[in-house]
């Protein structure tokens, strides 16, 4: 049974996944049913000014699905609480003190003024919170009041309010990003300068979902008229994946810890963004899709890989695979692959085929002596792992390393050291 | 069973056997529609194979990966149209159409998960709204000036009939029977088409317009071929097999022993099948969908004792495994290996002597000479339909036949000039409905291309 207790930013939890900030943990009520489910941690539904902000009371919340009515996306449109922040405290003292072993963390979003952030800081902190997360992330509605993502799109604001934070709170400081920037590294930079503790991300993207088909409106809309949303669950999945993974291996960035949260489903989702250097995670859209038992296969199934692999804690997995992530141009231009179709395994569904032919590059038959066959045209094959990634059947379609010999595309041979694009003569900025 | 060849029974054939709650049970949807999340569910299991297998399999060629891809993104009209372009009877082809030898048998699926998509049940959903509230997917072609006679409204004729208004022609479509609709209306189980849907898929076919419909009209007794030949710019023959087949045994005309082909046709146009008679202990003779249907629904009529006794085994069975497990679920005992050889009868029959069967080293069927008998108070046979050419009168000998039936091209077009045909009257058909509406749309297409060319487009027909 592998350690799955966590240190995150020298706060302690039983596990290391939170619930992020967002609906789920708005109350009391919530919180006390994901702490007897499991959750290592919270993070409290953003603070902010009284007077409350006050929420629609028309949709909220809209979903791209799969054919089978699984969610593939979620977007929302609600403000941070809308509750009076005295409610909010006194839950959150009695819940700190209810589950001591858990992380209870403060989210807070406040106006770009100090004399705001010296004035609730400190009576946040007094709750007993284990930590402040810094909402620069939240993309609608209080992004126009410039708060939420309007800051967190500005460095200088960043660093600015952080550095209120750091001087006016006691408990760690972590910096929730939001990933409507172009280049997350700036960002999350501006975050360090100011001090932060560490890092969290993804925030949510700004998405429209989609038009009703009825009305040629957007979808959905309160009254009649719609505003954008922010988008998450499984299909942000790979954008949260890059950001984590820049943050993680730039150099200027590399030490800061990091609170991976952007579709985070089952624990092979948790692998992912530890592996890619977070050092916790926090879910959301999973639990409000399916509730909080999805909790149970989170720390089983993370439990058990960590015991496949020997590593026996969640820290030896964190970042095991940011060696990996490089830029292009060190790619090695002499590596060659060849895909390879196990005839029986193949259902003949003929996928593989369609899209080479139609989109890539005509290296997969259909017919081979007067049978429907589909094999790999090696004199054809580039390498590029469509058929791979399109076919139904696991296991199916493989990709093999030509090792030596000639590779019958170029007909060259295939050669053993590594030559990148920073070296190729058709590189105009070879060195 | 009993190895004691005179009976003390006495005959059991009574009407309302069952209450009408059960008869009415017992006659519902034999495979419910899906719904509209279970169609969504079933449509994305499909892999959208290129050339699919399935289509290739299917008679009619219709792009079944298409038509379940556009059930997934809620084309539902689309869908249909896909279907129906190919297949005008694709409503009723969705249920009685044996999938699990045709499109569903090539499924890819099937290879590691031996469950292949639901094709039928997805055309089904795809086509009953249009039928349902008879939308326009087609409309008649511009005014040709030809006109074609079509013999015979089952699948071949009614679908030639569409597709030759659907390319201008007008059609004279001759009728035997009251209703159009052939085997649809008159031979299906009814619990494969429940709700008179035979008769709304004719409808809509009709509604295309163009086609006169003349019915109670037999070739060879109300008109004669000559006429037609001359009277018409071109004519399709789609009139079907002629009388049912019999045993060949002596006292078969004694009472208790029917056709199940009339006694089918008479439970499909009963407004109460309660008041059919049926009997308590019924034998079926034969291996076909005809023998299943009529078993299956002797059993569903509140029949206690119902036998199958087929000469051969199940693998020669005409009727599909799938229809022999219905019939065997629903409580139908399926007797392999044995042919009838004696009508038991005192003034009626009383039951059946059969004796064993075995394949012979060269393969050939022969009887053991080993007898065994059933009791019975009906004796169904169902071993088939002949083919007759008296229809034809004296110019039965200008055309040619293999096997006793109507030899045609690809095209469908027969040794006679000007003459097309198609369905259970040609040689190689096999007796599915699918192929039936296939023949008369390559007829019709052919016979288009003759019209509007004067060619006779294959000249060498008898290849």
Sequence with gaps: MADLTSEFAGIQSPNPFWLASAPPTDKAYNVNRAFEAGWGGVVWKTLGEDPPVVNVSGPRYSTMFSNERRVIGLNNIELITDRPLQINLDEMRQIKKDWPDRALIASVMLPMNEKTWAKYIPIIEDTGADGFELNFGCPHGMSERGMGAAVGQVPEYIQMATEWAKKYARVPVIVKLTPNVTNILPVAHAAANGGADAVSLINTVNSIMRVNYDTLTMYPTTDGMGSHGGYCGAAVKPIALHMVAEIARNAETANVP??????????????????????????????????????????????????????????????????????????????????????????????????????????????????????????????????????????CISMQQLTSGVDPRTGRDVQAEKATWTTHPNNPMAK | MTDNLATERQADIRTGRLSDAEIEQNFTDKCP???????????????????????????????????????????????????????????????????????????VRNIHEDKPVSIGLLQRFATDPIIESNTELFSRGEDSGHTVAVVGAGPAGLSCAHRLSMLGHSVVLYNRDQKPGGLNEYGIAAYKAVNDFAQREVEYILSIGGIDVRSG?????????????????????????????????????????????????????????????????????????????????????????????????????????????????????????????????????????????????????????????????IIFTAVGQTFTDEVFGEVAGDFEYQYGKLLVNDNRRTSVARTWAGG????????????????????????????????????????
């Design chain 1, 258 to 395: 990091i609170s991976g949260i952007g579709g985070i489903g089952d624990w092979r989702d948790a692998v992912d963004f530890l592996a890619l250097g977070a050092s916790n995670v926090q879910v959301c859209t999973a639990a409000m899709v399916y509730g909080f038992k999805i909790i149970d296969d989170l720390t089983s199934g993370l439990s058990d890989f960590i015991d496949a692999k020997n590593l026996h804690t969640v820290s030896a997995l964190v970042g095991k695979a940011v060696p990996s992530v490089t830029d292009w141009q060190h790619l090695n231009l002499n590596y060659v692959e060849k895909a390879v179709i196990d005839q029986d395994l193949c259902i003949k569904c003929g996928r593989c085929h369609i899209v080479c032919e139609d989109t890539s590059h005509q290296a997969i038959t259909h017919t081979v002596k007067g049978e429907r066959c589909f094999e790999v045209i090696d004199e054809e094959c580039v390498g590029c792992n469509l058929c791979v990634s399109i076919c139904p059947v696991d296991g």
């Design chain 2, 424 to 463: 259970d009257c040609i040689f190689g058909h096999d007796d599915l409905t699918v192929t039936a509406v296939q023949d008369g749309k390559l007829a019709a297409i052919d016979i288009d291309r003759f019209l509007e060319t004067g060619q006779q487009g294959d000249e060498a027909w008898q290849t």
């Design chain 2, 217 to 377: 009209v037999s070739l060879g007794s109300d008109l004669s071929f000559p006429d037609l030949q001359q009277q018409y710019d071109a004519v399709f023959l789609a009139f079907g097999l002629g009388g049912a087949n019999k045993l060949g045994l002596p006292n078969e005309d004694i009472e208790g022993v029917l056709s199940a082909v009339d006694y089918i046709s008479d439970l499909r146009q009963s407004e109460n099948k309660g008041g059919l008679p049926v009997g308590n202990r019924v034998v079926v003779i034969g291996g076909g969908m005809t023998a299943v249907d009529i078993a299956v629904q002797s059993k569903r009529l509140g029949a206690e004792f119902v036998d199958i006794v087929y000469r051969r085994g199940a693998k020669q069975m005409g009727a599909s495994r799938h229809e022999q497990e219905l019939a065997q679920t629903s409580g139908v005992t399926i007797r392999h290996w044995a042919q009838p050889t004696r009508i038991l009868l005192d003034d009626r029959v009383t039951g059946m002597q059969f004796e064993r069967t075995e394949l012979d080293a060269e393969g050939n069927l022969r009887g053991t000479g080993e007898h065994w008998s059933l009791d019975a108070d």
């Design chain 2, 33 to 107: 529609p899906l719904s509209h999340a279970e169609a969504l569910i079933e449509s994305d299991r499909c892999y959208f194979c290129y050339d699919a297998p399935c289509t290739e399999a299917c008679p009619t060629e219709i792009d079944i990966p298409g038509f379940i891809q556009q059930i997934r993104s809620n084309n539902i009209k689309g869908s249909a149209q896909t279907i129906l372009t190919e297949n005008i009877m694709g409503g009723m082809c969705s249920r009685v159409c044996p999938t699990e030898i045709l499109c569903e048998e090539v499924c």
